[in-house]
């Protein structure tokens, strides 16, 4: 049987085996999931994984509910898709998934008002400490762990490709993006985290929004999610974290933070929808 799966080794097309479930291509390369309930189709040169205190604090700071209108504004943007509308099936890919939050927050989300629609969710990272997890704690969706430069799939293998909070880069979304399907990335606002980046940028100005967009995707939709959130310098910290920048705050810079208390933190984040030119 057919697969949306390239051989990691050879990218020849995959099969599944009848018996085993396994892979396995042409030129008789063979891969299982493992027994943790996740494929490891390859890894870069440099192994990418997260600290455990830097997992415990992202974790942290998603569970504690502060980025659910995110995901909600999410499911709301693609249960009014006309791909979702008028389609009893969504297969997705989540690029760069970590431990799966929002997988497994937009499924349950999206359950509730799109209850029809049968979902099928792919979550793809190169750390395999964090599929770990997302696979323990959400085993349904499929979970591999590959390099992100070259994805292990076909062309034209989803109907949704979702980018949260990560730089749209290079051509292999659009690749394994199907002719009608869309790909929504959610990128920080302007005014994201604002307050925490006062701490690091002194001076600090707010510059334009910009839609610096790859030539083969065309934006059908866009809307900004701004709101506040009261916070601990704790949940501050770990929020840091979660950015690009977290490397430019000092020891000194990271006490300040720690020991502040953010009444209202700006969350600001851009929902963009695109469609293949």
């Given amino acids: 049987m057919n697969s949306i799966y390239l051989c990691p080794v050879c990218q020849s097309p995959f099969k599944v085996h009848e018996e085993s479930k396994g892979l396995h291509c042409e030129n008789k390369h063979h891969f ?32 504690s509910g502060i980025y659910v209108p995110l995901a909600q504004a999410m499911a709301r943007v693609i249960a ?73 799939f076909a062309n034209e293998s989803f109907d949704l490709v979702t980018l949260i909070d990560k730089q749209l880069k290079g051509k292999e979304l659009t690749r394994v993006l199907k002719q009608d399907g869309v ?18 940028y002194p001076g600090l100005t707010e510059k334009p929004l910009s839609e610096n967009l790859p030539k083969e995707l065309e934006l ?14 704790e949940q501050a910290i770990a929020l840091l974290e979660m950015t690009p920048y977290a490397w430019r705050a000092n020891d000194k810079v990271r006490h300040e933070i720690q020991n502040a208390k953010f009444d209202a933190l700006e969350i600001d984040f851009v929902i963009n929808v695109m469609t293949r030119k």
């Fill in 32 to 63: 299982d999931v493992n027994e943790h309930g996740y494929w490891v189709f390859s890894q870069p040169k440099k192994l990418k994984t997260d600290s455990r205190a830097i997992m415990r604090a992202k974790r942290y700071v998603l569970e």
């Fill in 80 to 152: 009014a898709l006309p791909q979702v509308v008028t389609a009893d099936a969504l297969s997705q890919l989540d690029f760069d998934c970590g431990d799966g939050y929002f997988l497994r927050t937009l499924k349950e989300i999206l359950a509730e008002q799109t209850p029809a629609l049968a979902l099928s969710q792919t979550g793809i990272c190169e750390a395999e400490n964090a599929i770990f997890a997302a696979a323990k704690a959400e085993p349904t969706p499929t979970y591999i762990v590959s390099t992100l430069k070259h994805l292990p």
């Fill in 183 to 200: 790909l929504l990335q959610v990128a920080a606002g302007p005014r994201h985290l604002w307050q925490i980046r006062e701490f690091i």
């Fill in 220 to 233: 059908q939709h866009s809307e900004r999610l701004s709101l506040t959130a009261n916070i601990s310098g």
